[in-house]
Nanobody, 122 residues
Framework: QVQLVESGGGLVQAGDSLRLSCAASGRTFSTYAMGWFRQAPGKERDFVASINWSGGITYYADSVKGRFTISRDNAKNTVYLQMNSLKPTDTASYYC???????????????WGQGTQVTVSS
């Protein structure tokens, strides 16, 4: 099992940047693929980005491609989401998730953090 704790959310203006972090417990973090998802009020949880166990393979939603970067530091048991050029439409709760394989769907991830709120004002 792995436990996940997100941090780094906040209130920013359009065009600003934020870096989210997701700290994982356990000694097997480096064996997990990691994903970031987001959920706005009244909407479904949407895929944002994913990264394989080594960090060599990443995927992004079209809506964030070129603006967001997912990365990981296996020595620190942490995955990051660097978010640049933020837009009001990026406002949501952001969740990190862990799985034994890379996926773009929430059901593919058995382990979830509690989420961190990102609010982008116009």
């Amino acid at each position: 099992q792995v436990q996940l704790v997100e941090s780094g959310g906040g209130l920013v203006q359009a065009g600003d940047s934020l870096r989210l972090s997701c700290a994982a417990s356990g000694r097997t973090f480096s064996t997990y693929a990691m994903g970031w998802f987001r959920q706005a009020p009244g909407k479904e949880r949407d895929f944002v980005a994913s990264i394989n166990w080594s960090g060599g393979i990443t995927y992004y939603a079209d809506s964030v491609k070129g603006r967001f970067t997912i990365s990981r530091d296996n020595a620190k048991n942490t995955v990051y989401l660097q978010m640049n050029s933020l837009k009001p439409t990026d406002t949501a709760s952001y969740y990190c998730a862990a799985s034994t394989y890379t996926s773009k769907i929430p059901n593919g991830y058995p382990y979830w953090g509690q989420g961190t709120q990102v609010t982008v004002s116009s």
